[in-house]
C-alpha cells in the first residue's frame, strides 16, 4: 500500500513559478515509477511527467518540456514537480500517482493522491 499526499498548489500569474511536492507512506516507494497527471475540467485526467525509481529516467508531455521538472527523494520518500514559466493553460488539478512500470497512462497507475489545484492567471 502507498499514500499519496499533495501539496504546493496556488494561484499564480502567468510566467511564474510553483513547486509541488507529494509525501508518500509505505516502504514501497522507492520500487514505484513516480508521476504527475493534470485534469482540467470537463477534460481527460493528462500525462504530465513521470520518474524512474532511480530517478535516472525522466519523460515529460511535450507542453511542459523544458518548463517542469521531475525530481525524487527515496530517503524522504517525496516526489517534487518544479514548475517554470507557467502558462493559463497549465491552470488544473494535479495528481501524484504511483506505479509499477514506465507508462504514461493513468489507468496503469495504482495509488493516487487526492490532488492539488493550480491554476495560472493571465
Known amino acids: 500500500q502507498v499514500q499519496l499526499v499533495e501539496s504546493g498548489g496556488g494561484l499564480v500569474q502567468a510566467g511564474g513559478s510553483l513547486r509541488l511536492s507529494c509525501a508518500a507512506s509505505?516502504?514501497?516507494?522507492?520500487?514505484?515509477?513516480m508521476a504527475w497527471f493534470r485534469q482540467a475540467p470537463g477534460k481527460e485526467r493528462d500525462f504530465v511527467a513521470l520518474?524512474?525509481?532511480?530517478?535516472?529516467?525522466?519523460d515529460y508531455t511535450d507542453s511542459v518540456k523544458g518548463r517542469f521538472t521531475i525530481s525524487r527523494d527515496n530517503a524522504k520518500n517525496t516526489v517534487s514537480l518544479q514548475m517554470n514559466s507557467l502558462k493559463p493553460e497549465d491552470t488544473a488539478v494535479y495528481y501524484c500517482?504511483?506505479?509499477?512500470?514506465?507508462?504514461?497512462?493513468?489507468?496503469?497507475?495504482?495509488?493516487w493522491g487526492q490532488g492539488t489545484q493550480v491554476t495560472v492567471s493571465s
Open positions: 500517482a504511483a506505479g509499477f512500470h514506465y507508462n504514461r497512462d493513468y489507468r496503469e497507475y495504482n495509488y
Open positions: 520518474i524512474s525509481r532511480s530517478g535516472g529516467i525522466t
Open positions: 509505505g516502504r514501497t516507494f522507492g520500487s514505484r515509477y
